[in-house]
């Protein structure tokens, strides 16, 4: 096998996050000789696509990871925690998507989208601990402050972050789906999810018994931030509510300047890789045009009110730009490892 070219397996393929990673490696070129898809029981034998090529979802075990160089955990957070292991053991690298391996002893949480803007990209290790891919709200906050610090010190911040149906998975996605039918069909919403009612409505929690809970989520968000940034911009001020919306994270980000700052300063320090900024209230951001986007997009104003303060209206779908972080992740704690089984 070529030394650049990986074999790869995603735990989870037939979510949406592992989905969207399937299409993310295919899209971007990804160095992949081998994309392999599995699954739990409940999705076995499904086709399922993988760039050009349909494949049917396997199971987990000890035999399927053999020589794989990278295992990607799409699965849900009970599953990575049982099935993990045995990827480690074969010697693949890991990369978790699901948020499973959180806070375990080595386990880093990482954005190279982060660690390209602060310029400290971390040291190759010849054995690579687990990864935790950053919560993609986390990434858009850290990213956009962090570029904010360019046109000068940030006094303080304040962020209202909208989440998406589908940061519940396919669970989510069908059950706001149902609620809204039921709505209109004047029939019971059924809430076995969210355990509350969340199409046509915004709520800052969910109902008895909803796991994760909207909180634990903030706390993630909130908890990420402060680890990819160490201390270089303050964390801001955070309320995540729970949008009628299916796919993208929507955010009103306050911030107020030290300094008297010009938009078009803040601008351009804002515009660059993976920020796309939009002064044309017809291109407004929305979930709508971030969907399937790359970039973040992202529109500024001025405070009506308060001077050296402005408003950061922006979008980003998160689905795809978690699995872009994870493919670049992959390709960071591959590179110094041993191909297959580390003896």
Known sequence: MSADRMR????????????ELADVLTEHSFPARDVRLLDDDEPLGQL???GDETIFGQSVSREQFEHIDVAFFASDEAFTRR???????????IVDLSYGLEGQNGVAVRSP???RELGRPQALELQPAPVVVAHPAAVVLALLLLRLQ???PVRSAAATVVEPASERGRRGMDELHEQTVSLLSFRELPKEVFKAQVAFNMISGYGDGARPTLAAVERRIAGHFVQLVSGIVPAPALIL???????????????????STETAELIHSLASEHISVTQDPAESPSNVNAAGQ???ILAVRPDRQRANAFWLWAAADNLRLSALNAAECAQIVAAARPKGKVQ
């Open 83 to 93: 099935t993990w292991r045995l990827a480690q053991q074969a010697g693949a690298a």
């Open 8 to 19: 790869v397996a995603i735990v989870g393929g037939a979510t949406l996050k592992g989905r």
């Open 48 to 50: 399922e696509a993988a």
């Open 294 to 296: 790359d970039d973040i």
């Open 241 to 259: 509510l729970q949008g009628p919306s299916f796919h993208g994270h929507a955010f009103a980000l306050y911030a107020e300047m030290e300094r």
């Open 113 to 115: 989208w982060i660690e």
């Open 150 to 152: 360019r046109a000068g």
